[in-house]
């Protein structure tokens, strides 16, 4: 039997609230640290949301993951937010599904092999050692910035070849990139997006 677009809409939804048009429940979703357990005090285990601009279902058991890893594709699609999937591009891994992703994260999948990723560990170890020293220099300072140099550095030295990338006009450049990739997608001066 062929699930028709519209014999899907006619399927029942489970609890939940949706708010404003467009806006949602991003707001609560980005500064309220306990939104799903509110949501799922209130709701259960699987409710409806509004965020990012998408309409969504979280599903917060085991049982419902194992459902959607085991089926994706087949009963559910996952989709990742509108300004995510704009900012990533149609033709990114993230935005691929069915066999072309399945090829394309097999191919991929060759730089996360445990020999590759052996071969990752003397620059990893430099690099870490280099931060190391210069948080002790430093003594007092604000993690998650650093960290995020920390790990950009990681990434663009060994995916790129860089050396002090996270000094690089790059880094910032990509630090913006990454605080629209999970915003409103509406393109204006005042917006991360």
């Known amino acids: 039997m062929e699930t028709t677009t519209q014999d899907m809409q006619s399927l029942p939804l489970p609890p939940g609230n949706v708010y404003l048009p467009i806006i949602g429940e991003t707001i609560s979703f980005l500064t309220d640290r306990n ?3 509110k949501r799922s005090e209130k709701y259960g285990p699987i409710y ?7 309409p969504a279902v979280t599903m917060n058991t085991a049982e419902a993951n194992q459902f959607l890893f085991t089926n994706e594709n087949q009963y559910v699609a ?3 937010p509108k300004s995510t999937q704009i900012l990533l591009g149609a033709a990114s891994l993230a935005n691929q599904t069915g066999v072309f992703h399945q ?5 991929m999948s060759q730089a996360f092999q445990p020999r590759a990723l052996a071969s990752y560990i003397p620059t990893m170890a430099n690099i870490t050692s280099n931060y190391l020293k210069k948080w002790e220099e430093i003594g007092t300072l604000t993690w998650y910035p650093q960290l995020q140099d920390y790990t950009f550095e990681i990434a663009s030295t060994l995916l790129m070849g860089t050396d002090g990338g996270s000094e690089t006009p790059l880094a910032q ?3 913006n ?8 997608p ?3 001066p005042w917006t991360r997006f």
């Open 35 to 37: 939104f799903h357990k």
């Open 48 to 54: 409806k949301t509004h965020i990012f601009g998408s």
């Open 78 to 80: 996952s989709i990742w």
């Open 103 to 107: 090829k394309r994260r097999k191919l």
């Open 173 to 175: 450049l990509f630090n």
């Open 177 to 184: 990139f990454s605080e629209g990739v999970f915003s409103i």
């Open 186 to 188: 509406i393109s204006l």
